[in-house]
């Protein structure tokens, strides 16, 4: 990614107190008593200015998400494995969505997590998501390769002390923003670095009670999208410890800017702590608009041929 320079109105932020008064109220609150409205609007009303840092995703770099295949599941078309249509049926907050909208959740590759199938597979996977990390299973699990067709702008959410002390990818973009600020605006460059690191910290949630803890981190991406016109956000995976990069893009922004290239099916095994993937399919000719995969069998397959089917940039 590629970090942007910032843009702010810088008389519309309120004092140091009443930043510090409302976060204090935001965090304390018991979220499942409070509607997604009021915290939308207490944000809106009360900070006004609501910071954003931005990079921009790199035209002919490529974005990976994966679907969990039920058994026996095969998929055969894009809108199978891209951003969900069902509305209706989503009724939770996802870590960047309200209810009843959709985003396209997707990883990309970073220094520590060449192969961004791995944070797919750590984001969808219970088995991978829960706690005990004993439990064993298998499962197959199919992954698309999206390719960014032109520059695409997101928030960047890297104000998180925890991920700047551990994670160098991370150090590196918030030093660059936290620098923009002193110099463009050094005035109330404190200020906003505190604003963008209480938001960070919302995304970087590790101990979550409910769904209803994601409101404010939800609320913040619908400000970007719809605010700042940005295509969505990009944050570190809390799935695999910060090591990884997740993205959530609107619907536009995919349907404007990304081209599914290839899809591939694997079979994962996972016993204890350790794991292994198989490769079981893979297909490059997608159909019409993407709707007709044709998969061909790739069991037994070189691992080094499929790395550079889903990860040639």
């Known amino acids: 990614m590629e970090e942007k320079p910032l843009d702010f109105n810088i008389a519309n932020l309120p004092d140091r107190n009443t ?14 008593k409070v509607s997604y409205q009021k915290v939308f609007y207490t944000i809106f ?13 790199r035209a002919g770099h490529h974005i990976e998400r994966a679907r969990l ?16 249509t069902d509305f209706q049926n989503i009724k939770k907050f996802g870590r960047a969505n309200h209810p009843g ?8 590759k970073t220094e520590n997590i060449q192969h961004p199938r791995l944070i797919n597979l750590f984001e969808t996977s219970e088995l991978f998501r829960a706690a005990d990390k004993k439990l064993d299973g298998e499962f197959v699990m199919t992954v698309g390769k999206w390719r960014i067709l032109k520059d695409i702008e997101v928030a960047e959410i890297v104000f998180n002390k925890g991920n700047i002390e551990s994670i160098p990818e991370i150090k590196k973009a918030y030093e660059y923003h936290l620098n ?12 906003l670095a505190f604003l963008l690191e209480f938001f960070s910290n919302e995304f970087a949630k590790k101990e979550i009670q409910s769904a209803d803890d994601y409101k404010i981190s939800s609320a913040y991406t619908e400000m970007a999208i719809n605010f700042k016109n940005l ?19 609107s619907i536009p922004a995919v349907d404007s800017f990304l ?5 591939a099916m694997f079979k994962v095994y996972k016993k204890g702590s350790k794991s292994f993937m198989d490769n079981l399919a893979y297909a490059t000719d997608l159909g019409p608009l993407e709707s007709n995969f044709e ?9 080094d041929f499929i790395n550079q089917q889903l990860l040639g940039d």
């Open 231 to 249: 295509a969505g956000v990009s944050y570190p995976s809390v799935r695999t410890d910060y090591q990884g990069f997740n993205v959530a893009l």
């Open 19 to 32: 930043i510090e008064k409302t976060i204090l109220e935001l965090k304390n609150a018991d979220l499942s």
């Open 69 to 84: 295949n039920e058994p026996g599941q095969i998929f055969y078309s894009e809108q199978d494995l891209s951003y969900r």
């Open 101 to 108: 909208q959709s985003l396209f959740y997707g990883a990309i």
């Open 295 to 303: 998969w061909i069998n790739m069991e037994g397959t070189p691992e």
């Open 259 to 263: 081209k599914l290239e290839v899809v």
């Open 180 to 191: 923009k600020l002193k110099n463009d605006i050094p005035e109330r460059a404190d200020d």
């Open 45 to 57: 009303n009360k900070i006004k200015l609501i910071p954003f840092v931005t990079a921009k995703l």
